[in-house]
């Protein structure tokens, strides 16, 4: 598999959320704001890329009828280093995510890459496959942040942007326009319900569209020949 391909599975064709539609608890509840879906992101894209290549590593001396208690325990192991780095150096992140960040050990993104690719495929792979599926996993974030945060409270880039002496988290962002206009619904719990849906509906349309597409060339070739 060449990384252009592992690249559009990542973002496109097989995009943890939008198509093997996992790990949505935690991608319904953080995103009210750019700072918490961008940090939410990054953290799963680096363990993940870190599970992925130390489960591949040692992917031929592990038994078989405990590998998922293994993978478990690769998980938490980059799970508890990224938190403890959160904590250190950018509280208000690790504060903002809460139970997420430790939830991350039973993440459905995580434990299925790694049953369903890592113990299959050598170290390269492997790797790749961490990188496109966690930008895979931050793309759907920051979208689901950008719609929640603009058109629920009509600002923009919260936590990041206009910060107070350059601290990460204290910003309150680019106000786009009074929040007593936006569709305050987005920002409650049942918006990223509504908002997910959506989006998996537009993604569903985009991918059948272009396998419609697909089809109909192919049938052209044929009938040209």
Do not use: W
């Not at 097989?14 to 940090?39: D, K, R, W």
């Not at 204290?170 to 326009?177: E, L």
Request: proline share 3%.
């Amino acid at each position: 598999m060449t990384a252009k391909q592992q690249f559009k599975e990542g973002l496109i064709t097989n995009n943890p959320v939008l198509v093997q539609q996992i790990g949505m608890c935690a991608t319904m509840a953080i995103t009210t704001s750019m700072f918490n879906g961008i940090g939410m992101g990054l953290s799963v894209l680096i363990i993940l890329t870190c599970c992925n290549v130390v489960i591949s590593a040692i992917r031929k001396i592990i038994p078989n009828e405990i590998r998922l208690a293994i993978f478990v325990v690769v998980i938490a192991g980059f799970v508890t280093i990224v938190d403890l780095v959160l904590q250190a150096y950018i509280p208000a992140l690790s504060e903002s995510l809460g139970v997420f960040i430790p939830l991350i050990v039973v993440n459905c993104i995580i434990i299925g890459r790694a049953e369903a690719f890592c113990q299959k495929n050598p170290v390269g792979l492997a790797f790749r496959d961490g990188i496109f599926q966690g930008l895979g996993y931050t793309a759907v974030l920051f979208v689901m942040c950008l719609i929640r945060e603009l058109l629920g409270k009509g600002s923009f880039g919260g936590g990041l942007i206009n910060t107070i002496n350059g601290v990460i988290g204290t910003g309150n962002g680019v106000q786009i326009f009074p929040h007593e206009y936006g569709a305050s619904i987005l920002t409650l719990p049942v918006g990223g319900f509504i908002t997910l849906g959506c989006i998996l509906a537009a993604m569903n349309y985009a991918l059948r569209k272009s396998e419609e597409k697909k089809e109909a060339r192919e049938r052209a070739e044929k009938e040209g020949k």
